[in-house]
């Protein structure tokens, strides 16, 4: 199996909500899409949600990436998969969309779901809980009944302030909300040990399911400290990056659960699998977290999910709701707090590449293409009103304009101008040599509508 046509997206969100946590507010959430059509006629999509992945650094080497994808032919999903994590230098965003894209793709081939691609369907529904992020306690408390008014018996709540704070806030919500809603909280490492063994002996008497995070960093001897005082579950998230992390923390008992971020911290549907087996192996209950994935992630956690031996607590994610962003054909069916799991072949979704640039316009989302296939797509529909267009026209003295709009600094925001107009000339150069009536093009970079070799250097960083 081969891949004759690839269409990449960069995309960078707008976040409409303040979704602020103990650390640093977020501004936006930026993704990978992709869509590609095979020599035997099946197409399939992926996504990718940058994690730890600089934009820059990613619009940057993703061409020469998706180049080297489709010059290779594929035997089976074990073969593309793992060549996809060869050649995505470690970007994990870029790899999460490619190593999606491949189970669709072969799932359809096989003319079966995505999840018996991951060891059979273990249930038909996925439950799932919607989180509060920090914010004013008083808003929190509003927002917190607002979903639990919406349907939704199951709260995610984002700590970090002082612990008399939080302590009243879990403490007003549990009466507010009533006994039967599960609440977890998420201090995303904010306090001290001291200070969260304390805090969070006093709040386990609002009966929390979950405590993610408590306390700063890898120290995984204090993590066991914490986890042994304070009579809640402990899941880890941004402590375990990598299995070996995963290792150590079991090594020092400092976990019950793991939250899993499929299409952003593992590497998609191959790392994601590798890592959560290790983790039941070890007697690690895990939970398919949320990075406010779009619609082809929230398909593809669901799969996951559905995949999954053990799934004790509800997973997370619900994207394209808080994101107000809509371009696939299908919305996941959610029924009583829960997913349904969908039947279809592959994950069960696609998208028109016209649709997803023109919402991607209307949501002043700034949207880059990364193959020469999309780049055509962008330029065709004309959008001279996204930044995408107009900033091919901009006096390079305007470039500050740039940084406002993309929330880059101003030093960020040069290097994304002459990235791009670099880009920009490529783009245009391979356009202009693409036969009009070519259904599939698959030239490379050069301006000849032909491959050349890859050099060490378009590899480096």
Request: charged share 25%; aromatic share 10%.
């Amino acid at each position: 199996m081969r891949i004759v046509y690839l269409e990449a997206y960069l995309l960078r969100v707008p976040v409409y909500f303040k979704l602020a946590w103990a650390w640093a507010p977020i501004t936006a959430r930026d993704y990978v899409i992709v869509k590609a059509v095979t020599d035997c006629g099946v197409s399939g999509v992926g996504e990718g949600c940058l994690y730890l992945d600089r934009f820059l650094e990613v619009m940057r080497l993703s061409p020469s990436i998706f180049r080297e994808i489709k010059r290779r032919e594929f035997a089976d999903i074990n073969d593309a998969t793992s060549f996809v994590e060869r050649v995505s230098l470690g970007i994990r965003g870029v790899n999460s969309a490619l190593d999606t894209l491949m189970y669709d793709i072969f799932s359809k081939v096989e003319g079966k779901p995505v999840y018996d691609m991951l060891g059979g369907k273990k249930r038909d529904r996925v439950k799932f809980a919607e989180q509060v992020f920090v914010d004013d306690p008083e808003k929190m408390v509003k927002e917190a009944h607002k979903i639990i008014q919406d349907g939704t018996q199951h709260l995610k709540i984002k700590i970090g302030t002082t612990p008399e704070q939080d302590l009243k806030l879990i403490r007003d919500i549990r009466f507010l909300v009533g006994d039967d809603v599960t609440i977890r909280v998420d201090a995303n490492q904010y306090y001290p040990t001291h200070v969260a063994k304390k805090l969070f002996k006093e709040m386990a008497r609002y009966d929390l399911e979950l405590i993610e995070e408590p306390c700063r960093f890898k120290n995984f001897n204090e993590l066991r400290a914490l986890k042994k005082e304070v009579e809640v579950p402990i899941m880890l998230d941004e402590s375990i990056l990598t299995i070996n992390d995963l290792k150590r923390a079991i090594s020092n008992d400092a976990l019950d659960a793991l939250n899993i971020k499929v299409t952003s911290k593992y590497g998609g549907l191959s790392g994601s699998k590798k890592i959560s087996q290790f983790a039941e192996r070890n007697g690690v209950t895990c939970v398919v977290g949320c990075n406010e994935e779009l619609e082809i992630g929230t398909f593809v956690d669901v799969h996951f999910a559905a995949s999954l031996n053990n799934l004790p607590y509800p997973c997370e994610g619900i994207g394209p709701k808080r994101l107000k962003l809509y371009f696939a054909d299908k919305k996941v069916d959610i029924e009583d707090s829960a997913f349904l799991v969908p039947k279809s072949k592959g994950l069960g979704i696609s998208f028109s590449s016209e649709q997803l640039v023109n919402i991607a316009t209307k949501g002043n989302c700034l949207i880059i293409p990364l193959t020469g296939e999309a780049g055509k797509m962008v330029a065709d529909r004309e959008l001279k009103s996204t930044l995408l267009s107009s900033i091919a026209s901009f006096p390079l003295l305007k470039y500050k304009k740039v940084a406002r709009l993309a929330n880059f600094s101003l030093q960020q925001s040069w290097h994304f101008y002459v990235l791009w107009i670099k880009r920009l000339r490529a783009l245009l150069i391979q356009n202009i040599n693409c036969p009009s009536n070519s259904k599939y093009y698959s030239g490379g970079m050069n301006g000849k509508g032909t491959h050349r070799p890859v050099s060490r250097d378009e590899f480096s960083c």
